[in-house]
């Protein structure tokens, strides 16, 4: 009889399974310009940014001024918590490489900066309103005139205020 023990084992790796590669994603809440049906949604939409798929509109836990300024008329969130509204906007599962693309057209951190903040799920169906951490882009260091101009809670680029987002292409 041979004993097989003296022989070297090696193990036969196994086959890498697609399915449980996984990639790691981010919530992201957009409030301006990268929602649904405004002018730069498409980035969002674009597979070669990565991987960014909806998951909920929703609203912030803490009340923020959203405001539109300078001569492009760019909505943003000013970071003065407690101050304005319960700002509208969506939810969005992103992966490292969209997030990096977002990083870019927010020009962060240059211009705004990104922070984790509670976002509240629009849910009719649920009594018990459900809250994910997401990452959400505010201008932190802005003149305090900024303050002086009108509150948002919902922004659209064609909305009541006149004042259209001028896409980067056109300026």
Known sequence: MHKFSAFPVHKIPKPIDVHTIRTIMHKVFVYGTLKRNEPNHCLLQDSNNGIGCFVAEGYTKTKYPLIIA???????????????????????????????????????PNYY????????????????????????????????????????????????????????QTR
């Open 70 to 108: 300078t001569k492009y008329n760019i909505p943003f969130i000013l970071h003065c918590p407690g101050k304005g509204h319960f700002v509208q906007g969506e939810i969005y599962d992103v992966d490292d490489k969209m997030l990096s693309k977002l990083d870019i057209l927010e020009d962060h």
């Open 113 to 168: 900066i990104r922070e984790i903040d509670d976002i509240v799920i629009k849910d009719t169906l649920s009594q018990c309103p459900q809250e994910e951490k997401c990452w959400v882009y505010f201008l932190k260091n802005f003149k305090p005139e900024l303050l002086k101009r009108p509150y948002m809670d919902n922004y659209s680029s064609n909305g009541s205020h006149g004042l259209q987002y001028m896409e980067r």
